[in-house]
């Protein structure tokens, strides 16, 4: 390659790191594209280690190289082109394609979305779901080209549904196909599933609806219970009516069951009139 002859003999990952070698000819994240995924983590633990003994940044060197008659004009092709090629190169080593073309390919890295997927910086975006980076990348694509699309999984293993990123197993939706499939497989996340819930579990609720609709003594408060576990007035209401978090279980008025017991579907005509 035509940058080999601008590193130094010395320079301890010629195939990996650039940015602490004392050499600024082409970016570090260019140089990924010679490495394979093997390399990646040891050349990110040797920058690492760089930092902390202070061998990063510029510094004088003992012999510098003169200036050549004319001046420097080294050329790196299209810097855009070569992250972009860079990103693609990080994105692969950070996927277990091990399986074979028919198989789920998840996410390996440690970066993860509270709803499981994987994410890395791309396009100049920092979080991108892993998911569509891979669907653009097989497309040749951009993520403006479906900004207004939702990428849906048609794997065959539940397991995998929000962890897999082969593109024969990803299309192309909309909103409301994407929450109907989510329905269907089960990983539409709700309750203590969905991560603003995972705070207020469905015993605690459940508890709540029995304190409040069936009180041994005098009936708390609402706002005593919001109060209590330092949750909003309006959230605990509706909670308490049956308006949210349904599946937490509890009576929805004094006395009341159904068909499904306790833990039944809550129905309009078994609400308060007023709280």
């Excluded at 260019?30 to 093997?38: G, N």
């Amino acid at each position: 390659m035509w940058w080999r002859s601008l590193l130094p003999d010395a320079c301890p990952r010629r195939r990996a790191g650039l940015s602490y070698c004392g050499t600024y000819a082409i970016t570090s994240r260019a140089a990924i594209l010679l490495t394979s995924s093997p390399v990646l983590p040891e050349n990110l633990a040797d920058r690492w280690e760089a930092h902390r003994e202070g061998r990063t940044g510029a510094r004088d060197v003992a012999e510098p190289v003169a200036t050549p008659h004319g001046g420097w004009n080294i050329a790196a092709d299209d810097l855009n082109e070569l992250d972009h090629l860079a990103r693609v190169s990080e994105f692969r080593a950070r996927v277990d394609s091990s399986g074979g073309p028919d198989a789920c390919w998840p996410w390996i890295a440690q970066s993860r979305h509270l709803f499981g997927y994987g994410f890395m910086r791309f396009e100049g975006q920092n979080t991108v779901p892993a998911h569509r980076i891979a669907y653009v990348v097989a497309h040749g694509l951009t993520l403006a080209d479906i900004r207004c699309q939702m990428i849906l999984h048609r794997c065959t293993e539940d397991a995998y549904r929000n962890n897999c990123n082969n593109p024969d197993h990803l299309m192309a939706g909309t909103q409301a196909e994407n929450i109907a499939d989510k329905k269907i497989h089960g990983t539409m996340p709700s309750g203590e599933r969905h991560h603003m819930g995972r705070r207020y579990s469905d015993s605690l609720i459940a508890e709540l609806r029995e304190r409040y609709w069936r009180p041994r003594g005098k009936r708390p408060t609402i706002t005593a219970l919001a109060a209590e576990i330092g949750a909003p007035i309006g959230v605990v209401s509706r909670w308490l009516k049956g308006a949210s978090r349904p599946e937490a279980g509890g009576p929805a008025s004094p006395g009341h069951h159904n068909r499904h017991g306790a833990r039944g579907v809550f129905l309009p005509w078994d609400l308060p009139g007023s709280l």
